[in-house]
């Protein structure tokens, strides 16, 4: 199920890269979901999905809304026996195991 949705919100994010830009935050509204559907249990990903879906409009500011996810870090042994980490994402810590996700560029 997750694989289909990230599917589709691939194919979304490829049509609406036609058009002008019109989230009125960042990351834009799929990305954000995207984020969610990466790092969060799937009915927390819709949940969030959703909300956030609803809050871009005119009645809200809009601006910088990372995603905050839920993360359990893997032990210190699996991440020194790594050779080739590509970082793709940076987690910032914001409390128990809650992290904004950040997208590397």
């Not at 890269?17 to 019109?22: D, E, G």
Request: proline share 5%; with cysteine.
């Amino acid at each position: 199920m997750r694989k289909a949705i990230l599917k589709i919100l691939k194919i979304y994010q490829y049509i609406s890269a036609l058009t002008p830009a019109s989230c009125r935050y960042y990351p834009t509204c799929s990305e954000y979901a995207k984020w969610q559907f990466k790092f969060n249990r799937l009915d927390r990903a819709i949940f969030n999905s959703i909300v956030r879906i609803l809050r871009c409009n005119q009645l809200f500011k809009g601006g910088i809304d990372y995603p905050l996810v839920v993360f359990n870090p893997p032990s210190l042994l699996n991440i020194i026996n790594r050779e080739n980490i590509e970082i793709k994402y940076w987690l910032i810590h914001k409390k128990n195991n809650k992290y904004f996700v950040i997208k590397v560029f």
